[in-house]
């Protein structure tokens, strides 16, 4: 439906407006365009966003979850401008109302698709504005507890968004999650999940998983058994007190090899799909997006082929080369990220130093309590020189102390965290730098010499 | 030492299910700092279900979600003479957060529920909606004859009020603590121990870590003060904690330069405001009091807020405004 020319015109104005605040922002440097133009719809009109998705008639997708909500859009997005259509993102970390706001103010005029990272929080608020034709559920860990409350809470935020789109688009979510997948369980959700190959012997946790959601029934409260497990809680899961169960999904990843940070091999709905990016978690990311592009005709060998020129984004497996060394930024959220990236780093043979970086500003989540639930261990174990840094530094150190190794240097500064890394990497080797939030744009400023472009992403918490 | 030859039997009970605000680094913690003066330690899980082992000389019980509190109660409380029975013995009971809470006489939910706890600690827990949240570093302790300053962050809706036979652990300014109003955090009672305060809290604070080892190791060291170890990495971090100013949250002092943007515009409007009616004459200075009225009252209470640091996030800004809001509604009606 076409608006009145009035309102079009209208929005035509807030628009250049739009534009306006973002070329101002921009020759200013102040980096705070994207929050700032959409605070400014936000405040002014918030029937703006409505009309604006309505206006890509090639459907929006609106990806949630507390982990990989960024790359999973980003391939989402990946595969959809491959098949032509122009496709509108928002950018990493503005993922509040505001920052969809901007995006939609300053969207290309051919624009016919939309896809959208949605914090937890704004999911209330923007599903029924963008009125998405798939909504991507990907997970709930435990993650910034002072901001967002407990993973129950956010699973019941995920569930209330998957009840609005119901019957009018499709829910695709992570099946290996128990209790995200018990949230949606009335919305007949398109399910994916991935499945592993045997734990190398040096990554064996041994005892409890301490970075994991406690493995509860989400029905019942009953223990959970698992036939298959991948990240901290992830997996298949059945409850012999109730009979619940997650069942086998469509969309099933298998990994196949080794991945490294750059590349990985995946068997999924038949079809070989080789990603530009390694990890876990990220073939985690590919199947939701392979499940995602279904929901809009796309198969599976097309999306393959999409995702073969896809490589990492701002800070998540990010390559920089600084003065001929490569760093490798790896964005860490919470103890099961952590985890994750801990055993890509310890597999990843050109990694020959590590940058530990803890941060608590609000962004990164103010209790680094969560350090002593990652297992940083196999880090020790496989000898890596680790160098602490962010604003917790000294907390890093500790942590490090009692996995049983010791920090060559402890630095908040992130420029001389950065050098002390590159001096204890041995030549020719990488450092691997796992970084909080903010402490992940510290080291981009420091690693790049400019603040300018990290500062222009800061989350709106 | 005991009969299996562990000088120190550590327990850390429902490690699968307590497990929210890293509570396995103070289990970790405290083993390490007992293995590297030469003690035999044990390390114990006990999940629901499963007994404590006879010669527990410390046990550990952290923080869940409610729904996981609600799932471990029943086998919780089943354990009520088995833990007093180890208290009596002599053995250290760690409860942090919402393990405090547990060994407390009873919690008193939202809704008004009213839970029993296992009435090791004479103190009481009542829920309340708006939590207690943020960075501590002002707290001293007194704790068996040793006195520390404590460091950590905590994040609480219960407001915890001590009885008689409980002593404080720590004093703290108002704001925070077991109710964020009578500057008390944490209480102590014979060896059972209980504290809000995460980072974890061991870790971070080895002189706390160090007073609950030698009371747990007593039965093997007849009471001997415990070797000093190398604490370059902990005394480091515990210091930098204990230096930061109390509440640096960048929201907040985004919150505050924009209250006092719009106070100032409110001055300069309210000014405007006086001045013409002062041309006009008659109403004058009733109507100059109306209008500056309001900035003083925000003003007021922006500041007043900020200073106190158990205001939650969302609550703040609801707050300032409301102020605002009724202070003009007040105005109107002049």
Same mark, same amino acid.
């Given at each position: 439906?076409?608006?009145?020319p009035?309102?079009?015109?209208?929005?035509?104005?807030?628009?250049?407006?739009?534009?306006?605040?973002?070329?101002?922002?921009r020759?200013?440097?102040?980096? /705070?365009?994207?929050?700032?133009?959409?605070?400014?719809?936000?405040?002014?009109?918030?029937?703006f966003?409505?009309?604006?998705?309505?206006?890509?008639?090639?459907?929006?997708?609106?990806?949630?979850?507390?982990?990989?909500?960024?790359?999973?859009?980003?391939m989402?997005?990946?595969?959809?401008?491959?098949?032509?259509?122009?496709?509108?993102?928002?950018?990493?970390?503005?993922n509040?109302?505001?920052?969809?706001?901007?995006?939609?103010?300053?969207m290309?005029?051919?624009?016919?698709?939309?896809?959208?990272?949605?914090?937890?929080?704004?999911?209330?608020?923007?599903?029924?504005?963008?009125?998405?034709?798939?909504?991507?559920?990907?997970?709930?860990?435990?993650?910034?507890?002072?901001?967002?409350?407990?993973?129950e809470?956010?699973?019941?935020?995920?569930?209330?968004?998957?009840?609005?789109?119901?019957?009018?688009?499709?829910?695709?979510?992570?099946?290996?999650?128990?209790?995200?997948?018990?949230?949606?369980?009335?919305?007949?959700p398109?399910?994916?999940?991935?499945?592993?190959?045997?734990?190398?012997?040096?990554?064996?946790?041994?005892?409890?998983?301490?970075?994991?959601?406690?493995?509860?029934?989400?029905?019942?409260?009953?223990?959970?058994?698992?036939?298959?497990?991948?990240?901290?809680?992830?997996?298949?899961?059945?409850?012999?007190?109730?009979?619940?169960?997650?069942?086998?999904?469509?969309?099933?990843?298998e990994?196949?090899?080794?991945?490294?940070f750059?590349?990985?091999?995946?068997?999924?709905?038949?079809?070989?799909?080789?990603?530009?990016?390694?990890?876990?978690?990220?073939?985690?990311?590919?199947?939701?997006?392979?499940?995602?592009?279904?929901?809009?005709?796309?198969?599976?060998?097309?999306?393959?082929?999409?995702?073969?020129?896809?490589?990492?984004?701002?800070?998540?497996?990010?390559?920089?080369?600084?003065?001929?060394?490569?760093?490798?930024?790896?964005?860490?959220?919470?103890?099961?990220?952590?985890?994750?990236?801990?055993?890509?780093?310890?597999?990843?043979?050109?990694?020959?130093?590590?940058?530990l970086?803890?941060?608590?500003?609000?962004?990164?989540?103010?209790?680094?309590?969560?350090?002593?639930?990652?297992?940083?261990?196999?880090?020790?174990?496989?000898?890596?020189?680790?160098?602490?840094?962010g604003?917790?530094?000294?907390?890093?150190?500790?942590?490090?102390?009692?996995?049983?190794?010791?920090?060559?240097?402890?630095?908040?500064?992130?420029?001389?965290?950065?050098?002390?890394?590159r001096?204890?990497?041995?030549?020719?080797?990488?450092?691997?730098?796992?970084?909080?939030?903010?402490s992940?744009?510290?080291?981009?400023?420091?690693?790049?010499?400019?603040?300018?472009?990290?500062?222009?992403?800061?989350?709106p918490? | 030492?005991?009969?299996?030859?562990?000088?120190?039997?550590?327990?850390?009970?429902?490690?699968?299910?307590?497990?929210?605000?890293?509570?396995r680094?103070?289990?970790?913690?405290?083993?390490r700092?007992?293995?590297?003066r030469?003690?035999?330690?044990?390390l114990?899980?006990?999940?629901v279900?499963?007994?404590?082992?006879?010669?527990?000389?410390?046990v550990?019980?952290?923080?869940?979600?409610?729904?996981?509190?609600?799932?471990?109660?029943?086998?919780?409380?089943?354990?009520?003479?088995?833990?007093?029975?180890?208290?009596?013995r002599?053995?250290?009971i760690l409860?942090?957060?919402?393990?405090?809470?547990?060994?407390?006489?009873?919690?008193?939910?939202?809704?008004?529920?009213?839970?029993?706890?296992?009435?090791?600690?004479?103190?009481?827990?009542?829920?309340?909606?708006?939590?207690?949240?943020?960075?501590?570093?002002?707290?001293?302790?007194?704790?068996?004859g040793?006195?520390?300053?404590?460091?950590?962050?905590?994040?609480?809706?219960?407001?915890?009020?001590?009885?008689?036979?409980?002593?404080?652990?720590?004093?703290?300014?108002?704001?925070?603590?077991n109710?964020?109003?009578?500057?008390?955090?944490?209480?102590?009672?014979?060896?059972i121990?209980?504290?809000?305060?995460?980072?974890?809290?061991?870790?971070?604070?080895?002189?706390?870590?160090?007073?609950?080892?030698?009371?747990?190791?007593?039965?093997?060291?007849?009471g001997?003060?415990?070797?000093?170890?190398e604490?370059?990495?902990?005394?480091?971090?515990?210091?930098?904690?204990?230096?930061?100013?109390?509440?640096?949250?960048?929201?907040?002092?985004?919150?505050? /330069?924009?209250?006092?943007?719009?106070?100032?515009?409110?001055?300069?409007?309210?000014?405007?405001?006086?001045?013409?009616?002062?041309?006009?004459?008659?109403?004058?200075?009733?109507?100059?009091?109306?209008?500056?009225?309001?900035?003083?009252?925000?003003?007021?209470?922006?500041?007043?807020?900020?200073?106190?640091?158990?205001v939650?996030?969302?609550?703040?800004?609801?707050?300032?405004?409301?102020?605002?809001?009724?202070?003009?509604?007040?105005?109107?009606?002049?």
């Open positions: 439906m076409r608006p009145s009035p309102v079009r015109a209208y929005d035509g104005t807030v628009r250049a407006l739009a534009l306006g605040v973002r070329g101002a922002s020759l200013a440097r102040t980096g /705070a365009g994207t929050s700032l133009r959409g605070l400014v719809i936000q405040k002014l009109d918030p029937g966003v409505r009309r604006r998705a309505a206006r890509l008639d090639g459907g929006i997708v609106v990806v949630s979850g507390t982990n990989g909500k960024t790359t999973t859009a980003a989402i997005a990946a595969i959809l401008r491959s098949g032509g259509d122009g496709v509108v993102t928002n950018a990493s970390g503005a509040l109302f505001r920052g969809v706001a901007a995006s939609l103010a300053t290309p005029t051919g624009s016919r698709a939309g896809v959208f990272e949605v914090d937890e929080g704004a999911l209330a608020r923007l599903v029924p504005a963008l009125r998405p034709r798939a909504l991507v559920l990907t997970n709930v860990f435990r993650d910034q507890l002072d901001r967002f409350g407990e993973p809470t956010v699973a019941g935020l995920l569930g209330d968004a998957a009840r609005l789109v119901r019957g009018t688009g499709a829910v695709v979510a992570n099946v290996d999650d128990p209790l995200l997948w018990h949230a949606v369980r009335d919305t007949e398109v399910g994916y999940g991935v499945v592993t190959p045997p734990e190398p012997p040096e990554m064996a946790a041994g005892g409890p998983v301490f970075d994991a959601e406690p493995e509860v029934c989400p029905r019942c409260g009953g223990p959970l058994a698992y036939r298959r497990r991948t990240i901290a809680h992830l997996g298949a899961a059945s409850c012999a007190a109730c009979g619940w169960s997650t069942p086998d999904p469509p969309f099933l990843a990994v196949r090899g080794a991945s490294t750059d590349s990985m091999s995946l068997r999924l709905s038949d079809v070989d799909v080789d990603v530009g990016i390694g990890g876990l978690h990220n073939a985690y990311n590919a199947a939701a997006a392979v499940a995602a592009a279904s929901t809009f005709g796309v198969t599976a060998r097309d999306a393959a082929v999409a995702l073969r020129e896809f490589s990492a984004r701002f800070g998540r497996t990010e390559r920089l080369d600084v003065d001929g060394a490569r760093v490798w930024v790896l964005l860490m959220k919470n103890p099961a990220g952590a985890s994750v990236l801990v055993r890509q780093v310890v597999a990843e043979r050109r990694v020959g130093a590590v940058l970086m803890v941060s608590d500003r609000d962004a990164d989540g103010r209790d680094v309590s969560w350090i002593w639930d990652a297992n940083f261990e196999p880090l020790v174990r496989r000898g890596l020189p680790i160098v602490a840094g604003i917790r530094a000294a907390d890093v150190a500790v942590r490090v102390k009692y996995a049983g190794g010791e920090t060559v240097a402890v630095e908040p500064d992130p420029g001389r965290a950065l050098a002390a890394a001096g204890a990497a041995p030549s020719g080797t990488d450092v691997a730098a796992l970084a909080t939030y903010t992940m744009l510290d080291l981009r400023g420091a690693a790049l010499g400019s603040k300018v472009d990290a500062v222009a992403e800061v989350a918490v | 030492m005991s009969a299996n030859g562990a000088d120190l039997v550590v327990v850390h009970l429902y490690p699968r299910l307590l497990r929210t605000y890293g509570d680094g103070n289990v970790l913690t405290l083993a700092r007992a293995e590297w030469g003690f035999q330690v044990r114990v899980d006990v999940e279900g499963e007994p404590l082992p006879p010669d527990a000389g410390l550990v019980l952290g923080g869940g979600t409610d729904r996981v509190q609600e799932i471990i109660g029943a086998d919780l409380a089943s354990r009520r003479a088995e833990l007093g029975g180890a208290a009596a002599g053995a250290v409860g942090i957060c919402g393990g405090y809470q547990f060994l407390g006489r009873r919690y008193v939910t939202l809704e008004g529920r009213s839970i029993e706890g296992l009435g090791l600690l004479d103190v009481e827990t009542v829920a309340r909606a708006r939590r207690i949240i943020g960075r501590v570093n002002k707290a001293h302790a007194a704790l068996w040793r006195e520390f300053d404590l460091v950590g962050f905590e994040n609480h809706g219960g407001r915890t009020s001590l009885g008689p036979q409980a002593t404080p652990l720590a004093r703290v300014p108002r704001g925070g603590g109710d964020g109003r009578d500057g008390t955090e944490g209480a102590v009672q014979g060896t121990l209980g504290t809000y305060l995460h980072g974890p809290v061991v870790p971070v604070n080895p002189a706390f870590a160090d007073a609950v080892l030698e009371r747990a190791l007593a039965p093997a060291t007849g001997a003060p415990l070797a000093p170890l604490d370059g990495a902990e005394r480091r971090a515990h210091d930098e904690a204990l230096r930061r100013p109390p509440e640096s949250a960048p929201r907040r002092r985004r919150l505050l /330069a924009v209250a006092a943007v719009l106070a100032l515009l409110l001055a300069l409007a309210g000014r405007a405001a006086a001045t013409e009616i002062d041309e006009d004459g008659a109403l004058g200075t009733r109507v100059a009091v109306c209008a500056t009225n309001p900035t003083e009252v925000l003003l007021h209470r922006t500041v007043r807020t900020v200073h106190d640091r158990t939650h996030h969302g609550g703040y800004v609801g707050w300032s405004i409301r102020s605002s809001a009724s202070a003009a509604s007040h105005c109107s009606s002049i």
